[in-house]
């Protein structure tokens, strides 16, 4: 499939410049014992293999100047009592990101990620119940969740030569929840 993605893109582009890698899924456990070993390898394969893949079979095509953006979470740096193992994904993916920013900088690629934070995603209505759908996104400073479009602009910027001196860092959109890392 990864390969596929690719070829589509070099068939209807001609090259390759960007890539941005995102995908989601969460589930919600009250204990990490309940995390069973089917559903943390989803999880880890659905954010952070697919990352691993993708950018793999990109990376022939890609040349100096072009822009990787991974898409993590703010669940990687504040984690998350109840999806253990999609904050663990994601604080892998921010790892993934650091590392192969420094390994293709000779390459003059850049590698950065996004972490939105409370947005209104598909991911949102599968994963919480409808009692914490209504408060989903008041405890940011903002008040209120976010919506995709107030996040696109962020791998706009990534992506353009406007960031062309920023690599391995990763852009917050989360309404002001402040993160170290």
Not at 2 to 18: C, F, R
Not at 44 to 54: A, M, Y
Not at 78 to 88: H, L, N, R, T
Not at 121 to 150: C, K, M, W, Y
């Amino acid at each position: 499939h990864s390969q596929a993605v690719i070829d589509l893109a070099l068939d209807t582009h001609g090259h390759l410049d960007v890539l941005v890698n995102n995908a989601g899924v969460m589930m919600l456990k009250p204990s990490l014992v309940e995390v069973d070993s089917a559903e943390r390898a989803m999880v880890f394969h659905t954010l952070v293999f697919s990352q691993f893949i993708l950018t793999q079979k990109a990376l022939p095509y890609l040349r100096a100047g072009s822009a990787i953006i991974n898409t993590a979470a703010t669940e990687a740096y504040v984690g998350a009592s109840q999806a253990i193992s999609y904050a663990a994904a994601n604080g892998a993916i921010v790892s993934f990101t650091r590392s192969l920013a420094l390994s293709l900088a000779p390459r003059e690629i850049r590698v950065n990620a996004v972490a939105p934070g409370s947005i209104w995603t598909p991911l949102i209505d599968a994963s919480i119940s409808r009692e914490e759908v209504a408060d989903f996104g008041n405890h940011v400073p903002l008040g209120r969740p976010g919506q995709p479009a107030e996040v696109a602009p962020a791998y706009v910027f990534l992506a353009c030569r406007d960031a062309s001196y920023i690599t391995g860092q990763v852009l917050h959109v989360n309404g002001g929840v402040i993160v170290n890392g």
